[in-house]
Nanobody, 117 residues
Framework: QVQLVESGGGLVQAGGSLRLSCAAS????????MGWYRQAPGKQRELVAGITRSGSTNYADSVKGRFAIFRDVTKNTVNLQMNGLKPEDTAVYYCNADTGSRLGEYWGQGTQVTVSS
């Protein structure tokens, strides 16, 4: 059973920065892809940023140029650097790991990010 543990959320003023970290119990390169999703109150969960095993990345249009997803091999984590935060970025952020196999995918418990105006 894979466990994903997020950290780094919190309260920040608009224009500020936060770095989220997702620690995986399995080797991060064992997953087909990993990503960060978010869910705001009353809204559906949406993909924020993803990174494949080969290192290709993709971002939601709303965060392009502000957020960056990257891996820290030494710590076995996938991180999301968030700059230029806006109140509309307020949500619970979830780490996701897709095995690309019948094992399916795994989710972390989520971490709250609140951006005040």
């Amino acid at each position: 059973q894979v466990q994903l543990v997020e950290s780094g959320g919190g309260l920040v003023q608009a224009g500020g920065s936060l770095r989220l970290s997702c620690a995986a119990s399995g080797r991060i390169f064992s997953f087909n892809a990993m990503g960060w999703y978010r869910q705001a109150p009353g809204k559906q969960r949406e993909l924020v940023a993803g990174i494949t095993r080969s290192g290709s990345t993709n971002y939601a249009d709303s965060v392009k140029g502000r957020f960056a997803i990257f891996r820290d091999v030494t710590k076995n984590t996938v991180n999301l650097q968030m700059n230029g935060l806006k109140p509309e970025d307020t949500a619970v952020y979830y780490c996701n790991a897709d095995t690309g196999s019948r094992l399916g995918e795994y989710w972390g418990q989520g971490t709250q990010v609140t951006v005040s105006s």
